[in-house]
Nanobody, 125 residues
Framework: VQVADSGGGLVQAGGSLRLSCTAS????????MGWFRQFPGKEREFVAA????????YYSESTKGRFTISKHNDNNTLHLQMNHLKIEDTALYFC???????????????????WGQGTQVTVSS
């Protein structure tokens, strides 16, 4: 499965960005997906994830209420809408996918086998 993420950029604190991701798996509903981010010198950390049908979502405590993950199986895309961005959200963001045949959601990056190349999000003051 090939995964491609995009949409990062430079934004001022308090602003918004929407990240997008697509994967080559068909049907798209075969895969559960998530977003992770990585700070320089740190391990990847969980941001948000969704079940294969997009009906169940989980968020990290730091992003809950500000970020929204959405999976659109009809047009094979995953989005991460990021609002009220903070300087500490600056990181390299990765989209991840894994095969799924249940409604489970995974938060551990080790549970994902397919990764995008990453897209940089920089939040300035």
């Amino acid at each position: 499965v090939q995964v491609a993420d995009s949409g990062g950029g430079l934004v001022q604190a308090g602003g918004s960005l929407r990240l997008s991701c697509t994967a080559s798996e068909r049907p798209f509903s075969n895969i559960a997906m998530g977003w992770f981010r990585q700070f320089p010198g740190k391990e990847r950390e969980f941001v948000a994830a969704t079940s294969r049908l997009g009906t169940i979502t989980y968020y990290s405590e730091s992003t809950k209420g500000r970020f929204t993950i959405s999976k659109h199986n009809d047009n094979n895309t995953l989005h991460l809408q990021m609002n009220h961005l903070k300087i500490e959200d600056t990181a390299l963001y990765f989209c991840a996918a894994r095969w799924a045949n249940t409604g489970s959601v995974w938060q551990n990056p080790l549970d994902y086998g397919f990764w995008g190349q990453g897209t940089q999000v920089t939040v300035s003051s």
